[in-house]
């Protein structure tokens, strides 16, 4: 009971408990109308520190997606510049095919060389003028470009676009042009058992090395050449190591590519250099690639049209004979560059003397004039066609005892703008340039892919880390509206029992009254 009136310590603590009360209610209802848990540091200091951490990283991560959505934007275009590139140069390639057609006259191909440059010229304007933002693209100029895609630092990603301008697209090539060997006086046999670099044996290869120190090398005689029907002598045929370029696994992963070409134009005219005596016996074997696909004895003279009327017969498109522009001369063309070898046999029949011989240099390019087959002598010339090798990568090539490139070779690099499909060669040279080429720009094109897959998958890792460190710190800093509630509704019913409890302790010094009564 209280007994003093100056003092009244039941309201005193009452009003006390009630400013409490007051106090938590009213930072209860702040939570309910700000829907944050933490209004100030004191209210969780650690819970604040690590919730402004939580929404550091967040602001981080959003701006590194919208910076990746720049870079992809970015990438996006530089794939249509590059997809543009790619159609030009399918149409470069099927005019350089078209050219490669000995059909077309001087002027038709004139014409498609001219397509041809309008074409690189338009190729040049794509690379030139692709760009994003004022930066160019496909120039050369998007090198070491950095995509920042994280919320912390150096969580970068370095971008590079390799250049797509017509002088700096092109293939590596290394080329080992024909050669032949000859002798009036030996046989096919004899003839290559003296050249042995014009025959293949076991040991025999042929080596790529590449700038990454890797090496490829095709060795056999199979690989290399072809058995020469009725020996056992395999012949080096430019063709065959082709074929054995173009199937070989391990350089089709290197890009590389082959072609060979064998034609021969003979040095001297046929007329005067081809005399057949009445009566004597005049053989002519004549091979390609190995297989004997001319042999015929003449015992009369014939012309340079019924010489090549008979090889066109016998020979069954696996030889081709025709004359050049002046009708004199012998011109001998496998179809894929196989080994021409040529055997002539002068048999003195009729009896008069020297009234019969062949000069070898009539019937194949390459052999020196006077290079005469006399009677009753065999004489024999062996001719290899051209030999052409091409990669996207520079690379190192050289043989064991072969004919062809006996030294190493370096390959030298040949772009766009030396194609001139002016003649046969140049186009066929001009179809493995292109396709070099395409390969190249299909090379950029699949690494701009992926790296809009790597962004595209870092986006929407991100994108779900953004999601759950903005739930994490909306666990810590933000309010739960039902406890909340609650507390409030406590603090409430608190706050009115606690203000009637006050009005209760301040009637009670009223009972000193009694006393003084």
């Known amino acids: 009971m209280a007994t003093r009136i100056n003092y009244n310590y039941e309201a005193s603590v009452t009003y006390t408990s009630l400013k409490q009360t007051e106090r938590l209610m009213n930072k209860s209802l702040l939570r309910l109308s700000t829907g944050l848990r933490i209004l100030s540091a004191s209210d969780d200091a650690s819970g604040l520190f690590i919730a402004d951490q939580l929404a550091l990283v967040s602001a981080g991560l959003e701006q590194g997606n919208r910076n990746i959505q720049f870079a992809i934007s970015a990438l996006q275009i530089a794939e249509g510049g590059v997809a543009q590139i790619y159609d030009k140069l399918k149409t470069m390639y099927q005019k350089a095919v078209r050219a490669a057609n000995d059909v077309n006259d001087a002027n038709a191909r004139q014409a498609l060389q001219r397509d041809i440059e309008n074409l690189r010229d338009a190729i040049l304007k794509i690379a030139q003028d692709t760009e994003y933002n004022g930066i160019r693209l496909l120039n050369g100029g998007f090198a070491n470009i950095k995509i920042h895609y994280g919320a912390r630092a150096s969580q970068v990603m370095s971008v590079r676009i390799s250049p797509l301008l017509p002088e700096q697209l092109g293939g590596y090539v290394a ?38 120190g890797t090496q490829i090398t095709l060795s056999a005689p199979e690989y290399l050449g072809y058995m020469l029907e009725g020996t056992n002598t395999y012949i080096v045929d430019a063709s065959a190591i082709a074929e054995a370029v ?15 070409e064998n034609i021969s134009e003979a040095g001297s005219a046929f007329e005067g250099n081809v005399v057949v005596g009445e009566g004597d016996q005049v053989t002519f074997k004549i091979y390609a690639g190995g297989e004997l696909v001319f042999n015929k004895t003449y015992t009369s003279q014939m012309t340079l049209d019924e010489f090549i009327a008979d090889i066109n017969d016998q020979a069954q498109g696996k030889l081709i004979a025709s004359k050049d522009a002046s009708g004199t001369k012998l011109i001998l063309q496998t179809p894929n560059g196989e080994t021409i070898a040529v055997e002539v046999n002068v048999v003195n029949a009729n009896g008069t003397a020297n009234d019969s011989s062949v000069d070898l240099s009539a019937i194949l390019a ?30 190192t090539v050289v043989s064991t005892d072969l004919v062809y490139f006996t030294n190493a070779t370096s390959t030298t690099f040949v772009s766009l703008m030396d194609i001139d499909v002016t003649t046969n060669r140049g186009a066929e040279i001009a179809q493995m340039v292109i396709q070099s080429a395409v390969s190249q720009v299909d090379t950029i ?21 953004k999601d759950n460190t903005d739930n994490a710190e909306s666990v810590i800093r933000n309010v739960d509206f039902a406890k909340e509630m609650t507390e409030f509704t406590k603090y409430q019913i608190r706050m009115q029992s606690g203000i009637a409890m006050l009005a209760q302790a301040n009637t009670l010094p009223q009972l000193v009254l009694q006393l003084l009564r």
Not at 252 to 257: E, L, T, W, Y
Request: net charge negative; glycine share 8%.
């Open 445 to 465: 094109r699949s690494q701009i892919g992926s790296l809009i897959l790597d962004l595209q998958a870092i986006y929407d890792a991100q994108a779900v880390a």
């Open 175 to 212: 080329t080992q042009t024909s050669s032949t060997v000859s002798d009036q006086t030996q046989t096919l046999t004899a003839l290559l058992g003296a050249n042995t670099a014009y025959t293949v044996d076991n040991g025999d290869n042929l080596s790529f090395t590449f700038t990454d």
């Open 366 to 395: 390459g052999v020196a004039q006077g290079t005469t087959v006399a009677e009753d002598a065999t004489g024999s010339a062996v001719k290899v066609g051209e030999l052409s090798l091409m990669g996207t990568d520079p690379f």
């Open 246 to 260: 173009n199937n070989n696994i391990d350089l089709q992963a290197k890009n590389i590519r082959a072609r060979a």
